[in-house]
């Protein structure tokens, strides 16, 4: 089992910066891959980018890349994702998610088993 929460959220403006962070605990050794996903009201839930664990590279949804830096620091056992140039449409709620699982895309969300319970972004001018 693991255990995730995020944080960093919150209210700013088109072309800001934010970093949020997903904290986890529990059997994080057994971790193959972390992923960001988002949900804005009426949509389906998207994938953003991963990080897989064993060899921490990083993966990116054409949508964010060069904008967003998926991140680690393992002696926090904390994920981040960097987000820069923000705008309106980047409004939404934001959750990180882990999976044990293995062979995986790691870009769906059934590729993943935990979830955090997820931090708002608004993006406002």
């Known amino acids: 089992q693991v255990q995730l929460v995020e944080s960093g959220g919150g209210l700013v403006q088109p072309g800001d910066s934010l970093r949020l962070s997903c904290a986890t605990s529990?059997?994080?050794?057994?971790?193959?891959?972390m992923g960001w996903f988002r949900q804005a009201p009426r949509k389906e839930r998207e994938f953003l980018g991963n990080l897989w664990w064993s060899s921490g590279n990083t993966y990116y949804d054409d949508s964010v890349l060069g904008r967003f830096t998926i991140s680690r620091d393992l002696a926090k056992n904390t994920v981040y994702l960097q987000m820069n140039g923000l705008k309106l449409e980047d409004s939404a709620v934001y959750f990180c998610?882990?999976?044990?699982?293995?062979?995986?895309?790691?870009?769906?969300?059934?590729?993943?088993?935990?979830w955090g319970q997820g931090t708002q972004v608004t993006v406002s001018s």
């Open positions: 529990g059997d994080t050794s057994s971790t193959s891959i």
């Open positions: 998610a882990a999976t044990f699982r293995r062979r995986l895309s790691g870009r769906r969300s059934a590729d993943y088993d935990y």
